[in-house]
């Protein structure tokens, strides 16, 4: 019951309102200032909120724990994407380092888009887990490099690009920076703004994700490069990756909500600081193969089928 509740949610229904209005070639668009306005808006709304989450609960162990938790994810989940892409899929070793990348690095938008689902089930996410998403985007990056061996071919100033573009990501920046300001700040100081980063929330999410539909199924439909396997491992990724995540939480002992978020965050697939990593370490590897998979395969299971999913296993698995 509560995954169908989910998927009848504004939010998901304006992704396939997105979805559906590409596939049937209708000329809807979200304009790209907008685009990118909606983009910032939640990234600083996300990490405003939870800064001011931790101010009021404090530091603990197991923030500690689920942050260490979240960085080893990072740097395995390549490991066993790229084992499946060589195999399976049978990619050459720097389109699958490429891809393995993407599945152990994070989508910012399906962690926002989960906590959101999960806060109007009662199971809301503790406030940490916004620096442990932003902990998770940079070792993937690291251990699919390593795995094509692209970094190596790098010259010295390539390579402090990108670290630079690793590092100080936009999306990284805005979401660690917001963080600080929510926890130095604290909820009194929080609530004259609170109307603007809380009350508005969900109502631009679903502008922001009307437009992820869009862009999703587009890729979907224009990508020459996607065979029957990598979209098969598409699915197969997050539901593997979400499995190690949600067995994870389950160790360290989370409450469902933060374990289904956690959970979440390792069968999510980066679309936007990975690629833009692959594409100044590993120039030739192929776009049509690493980002549609991650932004038009994984990213709709996901939001479609995963959170749902992962709200109605993590109560079972994490009580």
Not at 263 to 270: D, V
Request: aromatic letters at 6%; proline letters at 5%.
């Amino acid at each position: 019951m509560a995954a169908f509740e989910t998927l009848l949610s504004p939010v998901i229904l304006f992704f396939v309102l997105g979805v559906l209005a590409a596939a049937a070639r209708s000329d809807l668009s979200v304009p790209e200032p907008l685009a990118k306005s909606l983009s910032l808006y939640l990234m600083a709304a996300i990490g405003l909120k939870g800064g001011v989450q931790v101010s009021q609960a404090g530091f603990s162990p197991q923030l500690l724990q689920a942050a260490l938790a979240g960085l080893t994810l990072s740097f395995a989940l390549p490991l066993l994407a790229f084992a499946l892409l060589r195999a399976f899929a049978r990619l050459d070793r720097l389109n699958a380092g490429a891809v393995a990348a993407h599945y152990g690095s994070v989508s910012i938008v399906t962690f926002v888009t989960v906590s959101d689902a999960l806060t109007r089930s009662g199971m809301a996410p503790a406030g940490y887990m916004v620096a442990v998403m932003a902990l998770m985007e940079t070792p993937a990056i690291i251990t699919g490099l390593l795995l094509a061996r692209g970094a190596g071919t790098l010259s010295g100033g390539q390579r402090g690009k990108l670290l630079r573009e690793v590092l100080l990501n936009g999306s990284v920046v805005l979401l660690l920076g917001a963080f600080l300001i929510g926890l130095a700040i604290g909820k009194q100081r929080f609530e004259p703004i609170a109307p603007v980063f809380v009350t508005g929330f969900t109502g631009l999410l679903c502008l922001f994700l009307l437009d992820m539909g869009l862009i999703a199924m587009r890729r979907l439909r224009d990508s020459r490069a996607l065979t029957w396997r990598l979209i098969a491992l598409g699915v197969v990724l997050p539901l593997v990756n979400g499995s190690i995540g949600l067995a994870t939480a389950a160790l360290l002992g989370l409450d469902p909500g933060t374990g289904a978020a956690l959970a979440m965050l390792a069968a999510s697939a980066s679309y936007i600081a990975v690629p833009a990593a692959v594409r100044l370490a590993m120039p030739d590897a192929d776009p049509g193969i690493y980002l549609s998979m991650s932004l038009a395969v994984t990213f709709p299971f996901n939001i479609l089928l995963g959170i749902p999913l992962v709200i109605q296993l993590a109560p079972l698995v994490l009580a």
